[in-house]
């Protein structure tokens, strides 16, 4: 990382020219889905960006090990206290991501600036009027929903997003909350995240793998001829992992040998603890608690079945954005069976790498488990298809004018849209 008192030093000479600033108060080494976006973002085009974010721990290190500059400003939390810090660091991160803008320019002279999401968008709104460049946009979900919530901050948030070259929108659940919260001529592009296997620390060889796959059941004294299903997320209500649990009795009376991994934590772990004591699958239901991006290889990797029945919460003011979590499971070749709504479909293909259904019915969803549960051929199959699609990813260089990014394709070789 260079810090703020080294940016009138001379450009390193391994820089190329650098001519897109991306701005974003979430990056890594911070664990976050935003981050991790941007991360893969920057990987595609090292010689083209330079990066300006919020500082983290471990961020020295880490910045150092990049191939492209990471300029930081300082986390509030850090010298104001978590409390306090909290407060300010909304205020914080839009007068230190306007001020150090303007002094990378006079720096490097970029071009463009990606701005990461869209929180603190008033300072990218001011540097677009400052400064001689264009700027793109990205949207996540819940930065759309808090933007809109007050009038004025709604008002020059649409003319932030008018005066943008481009909107980047993580799937199309988010693309079509924008569309129907403003009405917009921007051009608006949908760019998924993509998987980083070095996220996850491990060599993900097969026989790496494998042996993850029987550490971590052993580890919960799991069979390893037990069918096992898989859940990652926030243990809140609209998240249905309730749902998954009532399935269980009904799976074990029909001869499956089943147990249920849930990976998160949040409001609702009692609530479902109780819930299978009371079907009497206490044994079989394991809550691991928070679970780091580098421990999860080996969750993905025991289980048989990866299942999310997240209903849609009118009364929750969030909105959910790109399931990232469908996505690392397809990854790791698991067949999904999920919600048919919102931008999950943007992940899971019915009856190609999943089966998607009402989470309303019981029927629908019994039936899926029964079949996933009984079928160790199709899920293999899906598993495999899964794997496939996981790997498409779309260059972000896409969204400029060819002439910018002369002589290259939207979208990497041996993968599609």
């Not at 720096?107 to 300072?123: L, Q």
Request: proline share 5%.
């Amino acid at each position: 990382m260079e810090h703020i008192s080294q940016l009138a030093t001379n450009i390193r000479d391994q820089t190329a020219s650098p001519d897109i600033l991306v701005i974003s108060s979430l990056f890594l080494p911070k664990e976050a889905v935003i981050g991790e976006y941007l991360y893969n973002r920057c990987l595609q085009d090292p010689e083209r960006v330079i990066v300006l974010a919020a500082g983290c721990a471990g961020d020295k290190v880490f910045d150092q090990a990049q191939q492209f500059p990471v300029y930081r400003w300082p986390n509030p939390r850090y010298w104001l206290g978590r409390l306090i810090g909290n407060f300010c660091t909304p205020f914080v991160n839009l007068v230190w991501s306007f001020v150090l803008a303007i002094k990378l320019y006079f720096r490097y002279h970029y071009r463009y600036i990606e701005w990461g999401h869209g929180y603190e968008f008033p300072a990218l709104l001011l540097l677009s009027y400052i400064l001689p460049i264009r700027f793109f946009i990205y949207l996540h979900g819940n930065d759309v929903l808090s933007a809109s919530q007050n009038p004025l901050w709604r008002s020059l948030f649409q003319l932030t997003l008018t005066r943008a070259e481009g909107i980047v929108c993580n799937s199309s659940g988010t693309q079509d909350y924008l569309r129907h919260t403003f009405r917009l001529r921007t051009p608006t592009h949908i760019i998924h995240p993509v998987v980083r296997p070095e996220k996850f620390g491990v060599v993900t060889s097969q026989s790496g793998l494998d042996d993850l796959r029987l550490s971590l059941r052993q580890a919960y004294n799991i069979p390893q001829t037990a069918v096992v299903i898989l859940s990652v997320g926030r243990l809140v209500k609209h998240k249905n992992f309730d749902r998954v649990i009532e399935n269980l009795p009904l799976l074990l009376t029909i001869g499956v040998d089943v147990h249920y991994i849930i990976c998160g934590q949040g409001s609702s772990e009692s609530e479902l603890k109780s819930l299978a004591h009371r079907l009497r699958v206490d044994k079989r239901v394991h809550f691991a608690g928070y679970v780091s991006d580098r421990e999860l290889a080996g969750y993905y990797a025991a289980c048989d079945i990866f299942a999310m029945l997240t209903i849609l919460n009118t009364k929750a003011r969030n909105v959910e954005g790109f399931g990232m979590v469908y996505l690392e499971a397809s990854y790791f070749g698991k067949p999904v069976i999920a919600s048919g709504l919102g931008s999950i479909i943007d992940i899971v293909r019915h009856e190609e790498n999943g089966i998607l259904v009402n989470p309303n019915s019981g029927y629908e969803v019994f039936q899926a488990f029964k079949k996933l549960c009984k079928d160790q051929q199709l899920r293999e199959q899906l598993g495999r298809k899964g794997k496939e699609l996981a790997k498409r990813k779309t260059l972000h260089r896409s969204v400029y004018k060819p002439e910018f990014f002369p002589n290259s394709l939207s979208i990497l070789p041996g993968s599609q849209q």
